[in-house]
């Protein structure tokens, strides 16, 4: 009853509102310029007075795949949002919000921060990172590149840039917020974004361009224990730890801080928990982790090349004591079901995968803060260390070959407005070795075998992804042409490591070599590929330089799919029954099996065609489709799903879509213009019959 009669007075005020229009007033809000920009001054964040954290562990994370065209887009960021929800909701923290693709905003980490990014403790963007003008600091700055759409449904991005947040980050919740992009702190050493925080406590990111891949999900997961086994690593170890396992040649990862004590911060409810909120001032620490070396051996192009299958490993927990104890652990070995042992004793930590790899570290000593200048032994001195370590314990692979020895991490302490360094030091020594086979460098993640060695020669961290693997006859290589036309036309969808956000890339070098994955990966034979130095173009001009991966032979070119039907951003009215067509436009060995999945309802449907309702919302559909070799394509579109009436597009019809209504009627009447949204029966005006229509779709939508 009391319902009823809530819609009949809404009712009667839209009538009345409606009235209106003959004295041709407007429900249109007052126009005001945004804070800062009056009088023509650029935009001056100012920070309220700083609240205390709510004690509740809260997280947040803004996820796009879907970008305008195809070329940009992307398909494991809501893989990392998905495992952040997961696993942090299953450690007791609560969501404060989750958005993916066009429901993201620029506005959740700018202008409505202190509702988004600062009502959370903990803060993930995962998509595209680039550059646009910023009014603030009158250059052109990077940062994370969201996605919008207008009242019309044309598809737009908006980059977020340091200036517009100045000084806004942390004044009332946010600690830690991981900006996942290419080159999103490269401006001035971090500087810019380092000026954005106001008691936040890490701002992490990459001063290169990032492989696509789930570094996300490891840092995540290397923040949270998950048993005695599998210590808890501080926000920027787990950073760096996610970026070794996860990236290939040249990538550097950076973490800014405003002050050295934050790179101790664990995660709330995690080892001792972060420090207390940092004081503010114009100074700033960072630090700098660079992945590998700089990319592959030049190699003759080839017609063939030989094939080599990997031979799987069995991982016995007394194959993992083995390894323990070659680094000093003792402790037990325990697996927590995320396909990894796990040992630790004191500050010493080891992973190793059940499919491949093996990675240690020293807490006490790896990537820490520091207060005084590092001693570290001489580049040969150190490479002497590394090796005799190798030989003496049985690591050292026979066909390992030294690559390079480099001071590697880096601890910087620095001005924020100018960037300018007031002290720097190294913290550790890298041994990278690397192997090749018939001439050829095995790249990627899995490409490398590095030894880091600190202070006084010890050996503080370790990583080895190589597979054993033998000859299993030839594969045909198509030419150097044809990976450059697969990659310029199809992006992501076939780049074995990703592609930045480019306006065109311009491939300046190939080679041919073997692809081998990341840690814990599964693979089955070493990929042979074709690396292509790329010039990422943006605006006209070299953005970057980067190498990108490219499968060289059929066998491994994923099949090139595509979804047919509905369209891009086609939109739908809940409860209609929705057909979805893909196929296979090019490559791939059939037969193909293909798969639908929703990142709001999940798992779809099997099958070239299906016919499913979807929940009210912005979907993004994702197709896959797997060949007979075993490699999956896929494609993405984004379909909306909206209440008959929701003019706001807030998946609701409410009180604000009255207001939204009325306004529109009032400005068609008053020659103003159309809202194509309030012309609902289609015949090119705004009237009587439209009234009519939403009123019956407000009570629809309020009747149980």
């Not at 063939?304 to 990997?310: Q, R």
Request: charged fraction near 20%.
């Amino acid at each position: 009853m009391i319902r009823r009669t809530v819609l009949v007075a809404t009712l009667v005020a839209l009538l009345i509102l409606l009235a209106l229009c003959s004295s041709g007033s407007s429900l249109s809000s007052t126009q005001t310029q945004p804070e800062g920009l009056q009088n023509g001054s650029f935009p001056q964040s100012i920070s309220p007075t700083a609240t205390d954290d709510d004690g509740v562990y809260e997280f947040g994370v803004d996820w796009i795949n879907d970008y305008p065209g195809s070329g940009s887009d992307l398909w494991l960021c809501d893989d990392d949002a998905n495992y952040m929800d997961t696993k942090l909701s299953g450690k007791g923290w609560t969501k404060r919000f989750k958005k993916g693709n066009w429901d993201t905003s620029e506005d959740h980490f700018d202008t409505k921060e202190e509702d988004y990014l600062d009502k959370a403790d903990l803060v993930m963007f995962r998509g595209h990172g680039g550059k646009t003008w910023d009014l603030y600091y009158l250059k052109e700055l990077y940062g994370p590149v969201f996605t919008w759409k207008d009242w019309f449904g044309g598809q737009y991005t908006d980059k977020l840039t340091p200036g517009e947040v100045r000084r806004d980050y942390g004044d009332k919740d946010a600690e830690w917020i991981a900006l996942g992009g290419c080159k999103t702190l490269s401006d001035s050493k971090g500087a810019y974004w380092a000026s954005a925080m106001d008691k936040a406590h890490l701002i992490l990111g990459w001063d290169t361009n990032a492989d696509h891949a789930k570094y996300g999900t490891t840092w995540i997961n290397e923040m949270v224990s998950d048993g005695a086994s599998d210590p808890a690593k501080t926000v920027k170890d787990a950073w760096f730890s996610a970026a070794d396992a996860t990236q290939s040649q040249g990538r550097v990862a950076r973490v800014i801080g405003e002050n050295t004590n934050c790179g101790n911060d664990y995660i709330w409810g995690q080892g001792t928990g972060p420090i207390s909120d940092p004081t503010v001032d114009n100074y700033y620490t960072y630090w700098d982790h660079t992945v590998n070396d700089q990319g592959p051996n030049l190699a003759s192009i080839a017609q063939s090349m030989t094939l080599y299958m990997v031979v799987p490993k069995t991982i016995t927990e007394d194959y993992v004591i083995q390894i323990g104890e070659k680094f000093g652990i003792s402790g037990p070995v325990e697996n927590y079901g995320d396909g990894i042992y796990y040992m630790s004793t004191g500050p010493k930590w080891l992973k190793v995968s059940e499919i491949e790899g093996i990675q240690y570290g020293d807490s006490s000593k790896l990537w820490i803060p520091v207060d005084r200048d590092i001693i570290l032994p001489s580049l040969t001195d150190a490479t002497m260390i590394a090796m005799n370590f190798l030989a003496s314990t049985g690591l050292m692979p026979p066909d390992a070959m030294l690559r390079e020895t480099i001071y590697n991490d880096n601890q910087t302490a620095a001005d924020k407005d100018n960037g300018e360094i007031i002290n720097s030091t190294y913290t550790d020594v890298q041994v990278l070795l690397g192997r090749e086979r018939d001439g050829f460098s095995i790249i990627g993640p899995g490409g490398r075998l590095k030894v880091y060695v600190g202070e006084a020669g010890d050996i503080i961290g370790f990583l080895n992804v190589w597979r054993e693997v033998v000859p299993a006859g030839t594969v045909d290589i198509f030419g150097p042409e044809e990976a450059i036309r697969l990659l310029t036309t199809y992006g992501s969808k076939v780049a074995l490591n990703g592609v930045p956000a480019a306006d065109q890339l311009n491939v300046a070098q190939t080679t041919l070599a073997y692809y081998e994955d990341s840690f814990g990966s599964g693979q089955t034979y070493l990929i042979p590929a074709y690396a292509c130095l790329t010039d990422v173009i943006i605006n006209q001009t070299v953005d970057s330089t980067t190498w990108i991966y490219v499968p060289a032979a059929a066998e491994f070119v994923p099949p090139i799919a595509s979804i047919a039907s509905p369209t891009d951003n086609a939109t739908f009215t809940y409860g209609s029954i929705i057909d979805f067509t893909g196929n296979v436009t090019e490559y791939g060995y059939p037969p193909f099996g293909y798969q639908w999945f929703s990142d709001i309802d999940g798992y779809l449907g099997a099958g070239s065609s299906i016919s499913t309702q979807l929940s009210a919302g912005y979907h993004s559909i994702t197709l896959e489709v797997t060949d007979n070799n075993g490699n999956t394509g896929w494609d993405t579109i984004t379909v909306n799903v909206v209440y008959v009436g929701d003019f706001d597009r807030d998946f609701d019809v409410d009180y604000d879509d009255i207001v939204y209504f009325v306004d529109a009627y009032i400005k068609y009447w008053s020659g103003l213009g159309k809202d194509p949204k309030c012309d609902m029966d289609n015949d090119c005006d705004i009237d009587y019959d439209d009234i009519l229509i939403f009123v019956t779709a407000y009570i629809d939508y309020w009747t149980p």
